[in-house]
């Protein structure tokens, strides 16, 4: 009887995985809705009678309803790079110029350029185990209950084989027409974009949201094709096709020459507004597998690929209103009130008009239809008035002299564009200073976003920085809040006691002092260690270093020595937060940190700068000779004497295969 229920349930999952593929891979239906949902419920009824024959493969787990905790950290076996940018036929002329001169006659596969976010499926013996974010390219997060939920990706292969592939989830522009008619009637804000709209519905942590947000995927990377002996990309795409893979077959193309890549783009902007996805450009891949090989890689890009941008679209719209807002610092910035507008795929509402001169030289008038452009990501902005449009009822622009918030009166330093609310206590000014302290490049506290910040600020519960360590107090009133749940809020606490944790740059960027940057701040992190020793710091020591110019050594002394700062800084410690640089301890590896290196002779898989560049932010010291001193010699093709000297001096010697090695393993 029971061998009987396990052959059934593998004959439902065979038949409804079959049904899947055929229907969302090669878009054909062989079942009706109703046997469809006939065999599905067969199946979930039978795993429910007996999980133990339930199997990760079963077409139920398509359903979604896991909820996870928390997304786990997952390290890519292989860097998940980025693609750079070009923006012109000339571009592409010197990309195929470089690789040319490589040595390398090259054919090359066009793409379309999917909107959406990159993902990685691993398989075991045919069976997805997991599937990650690209995160920052090193390390991703955990989203395989999320990606289970995606009808077109298989949960289990045509081949029981180790495998892992990668390409875009997107979402469908209708399937985002839609969610926003609904977000609309319920009055909840409306999703910007595409992109922003699956990667929404992929980070969370209940997968019955995404399962009911109908995305979808285009498969177009292959990590490790040698292990499947794959000569050309070409031949990739189709071994993942035939595994079950939904592949882009109908826009993917094999071409040789600029002629070919030019013909493409133009008819890829051609069918791109009929599409059912959005595309932002094409990408150009080198076919040779081997080629791409040779052509190697920066640390952040591959040499043998590029992503054509679209040029940026211009939309018309009316300008409503111009509304002036409060930065941390006081500066006011006036922003255009739009008449809501579709423009690359996002809805824009405002733009910033940066300050009066620049609304000044563009001669705006309230009721002027305008146009606005937008290149890819960059943020909106409007290039012009139709002033030929005009009816004599638009109001001109008046930069106004009092703060919108607190009322005090506006000042501009001489010779400066800006005018700035000097009033410390103005309440924008705080609010925009709380956002700063919790942004991503400071303290870096997810769930403490703009209008949440507000709300808190307008609520009593956030005032000032060391309230944002007593929020836990207030727990129970925060639970009470409309759109937040225990979890939310326990979610919340734990990124605020988290970010205790964080090294000093993210502290020192997030207190806001005027000038220092995130870059700035991590200098000094570095340099000084810890906020003792900057608070004892001398303006001349400031002064004297590298990159800090006259005006930031000032500030830097003035902050360090105002009284209410210093009391901050004490509140802070005593609330537990880190107050030392832990840059070395964020980047170590056994093999590098701490250890003197030479490199000599020719890298194939990567140029020597990008390599030292590795070794010092693993906190490890290159030099360009060999001495005593140095640990490790790296050597390429054709070294010089620096091998020689190492050999006699009996330093350890690295070849080429071990360096690339540590390097795919920490990168
Ligand atoms: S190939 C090493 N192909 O664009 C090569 N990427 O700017 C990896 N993308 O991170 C990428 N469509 O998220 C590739 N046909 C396509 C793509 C594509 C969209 C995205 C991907 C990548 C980004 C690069």
Not at 183 to 189: F, M, T, V
Not at 203 to 219: C, F, G, M, V
Not at 463 to 489: C, F, Q, T, W
Not at 600 to 614: A, E, P, V, Y
Request: proline letters at 3%; glycine letters at 6%; hydrophobic letters at 35%.
């Amino acid at each position: 009887m029971e061998n009987n229920v396990k052959q059934r349930m593998e004959e439902l999952i065979e038949i409804l995985n079959r049904a899947n593929y055929e229907y969302y891979v090669l878009a054909k239906t062989t079942l009706t809705d109703q046997e469809f949902d006939k065999y599905l419920r067969e199946l979930e009824n039978l795993e429910k009678e007996y999980p133990e024959f339930a199997r990760k493969d079963s077409p139920t787990q398509h359903v979604g309803g896991e909820v996870i905790d928390k997304f786990k950290k997952v390290r890519h076996s292989i860097p998940m790079l980025s693609l750079p940018d070009v923006f012109s036929i000339e571009e592409i002329e010197e990309f195929n110029s470089r690789i040319v001169k490589e040595g390398v006659t090259p054919t090359y596969v066009c793409e379309e350029k999917i909107d959406g976010l990159s993902v990685s499926l691993h398989y075991e013996q045919g069976v997805l185990v997991y599937a990650a974010t690209r995160g920052d390219g090193i390390v991703g997060e955990d989203i395989t209950h999320n990606v289970k939920t995606i009808k077109s990706i298989p949960l289990k292969l045509f081949e029981p084989i180790d495998i892992e592939v990668r390409g875009e989830i997107y979402m469908p522009k209708k399937v985002l027409e839609e969610l926003n008619k609904k977000r609309a009637l319920n009055n909840q804000p409306l999703l910007q974009n595409v992109r922003n709209a699956a990667a929404g519905s992929i980070r969370q942590l209940d997968s019955k949201i995404a399962a009911e947000r109908k995305l979808n995927t285009w498969i177009y990377h292959l990590p490790n094709p040698e292990d499947y002996g794959i000569k050309t990309h070409e031949e990739a795409l189709k071994f993942m096709q035939k595994l079950g893979f939904r592949t882009n077959n109908s826009a993917n193309r094999v071409v040789t020459g600029i002629k070919e890549i030019e013909k493409y783009i133009e008819e890829a902007s051609e069918r791109r507004s009929s599409l059912p996805y959005e595309i932002d450009g094409i990408v150009i891949k080198v076919n040779s597998l081997e080629s791409q090989k040779k052509l190697g890689m920066t640390s952040k890009y591959p040499k043998w690929a590029v992503a054509y941008k679209f040029p940026a679209q211009e939309v018309l719209t009316k300008l409503n209103d111009i509304v002036f807002t409060v930065g941390r610092t006081g500066r006011i910035t006036p922003n255009a009130v739009l008449d809501p507008v579709l423009l690359m795929g996002s809805t824009v509402k405002r733009a910033t008009l940066h300050n009066e001169d620049y609304v000044v030289m563009k001669d705006l008038k309230i009721g002027d239809v305008v146009s606005l452009r937008k290149a890819g990501d960059v943020i909106p902005e409007v290039v012009e008035a139709k002033k030929e449009r005009r009816n004599g009822t638009e109001i001109p622009f008046k930069m106004i002299s009092n703060c919108p918030i607190c009322g005090s009166v506006l000042e501009k330093k001489k010779d400066q564009v800006d005018h700035y609310c000097m009033n410390v206590h103005c309440s924008a000014r705080k609010v925009e200073s709380l956002i700063h302290f919790c942004s991503r490049k400071a303290m870096n506290i997810d769930g403490l976003g703009d209008e949440i910040m507000e709300d808190f600020y307008n609520l009593g519960f956030v005032k000032v920085i060391p309230d944002i360590y007593h929020l836990s107090e207030h727990k129970k009133d925060l639970i009470e809040l409309e759109g937040y749940g225990n979890k939310s809020v326990d979610n919340l606490i734990e990124a605020i006691n988290n970010s205790k944790q964080n090294s000093l740059e993210r502290l020192l960027f997030g207190l806001g002092i005027e000038g220092i940057g995130d870059k700035t701040a991590l200098l000094l992190a570095k340099l000084f260690k810890n906020i003792d020793a900057m608070m004892s710091c001398s303006f001349e020591e400031f002064k004297n270093i590298r990159d800090i110019g006259p005006t930031l050594a000032q500030n830097l002394y003035d902050y360090f020595h105002e009284e209410n700062n210093i009391t901050l800084i004490n509140t802070l410690k005593e609330l537990g937060l880190n107050m030392n640089y832990l840059g070395a301890t964020e980047k170590y590896n056994a093999d590098i940190t701490g250890k003197r290196f030479v490199l000599t002779g020719t890298l194939s898989f990567m140029d020597r700068d990008t390599l030292s560049g590795i070794i010092e932010s693993f906190g490890g010291k290159t030099s360009s000779s060999v001495s005593k001193n140095t640990d490790v010699v790296i050597v390429g093709d054709k070294p010089g004497s620096k091998y020689d000297k190492a050999q006699e001096l009996g330093i350890e010697i690295w070849d080429e295969d071990k360096i690339k090695n540590i390097v795919s393993q920490i990168l």
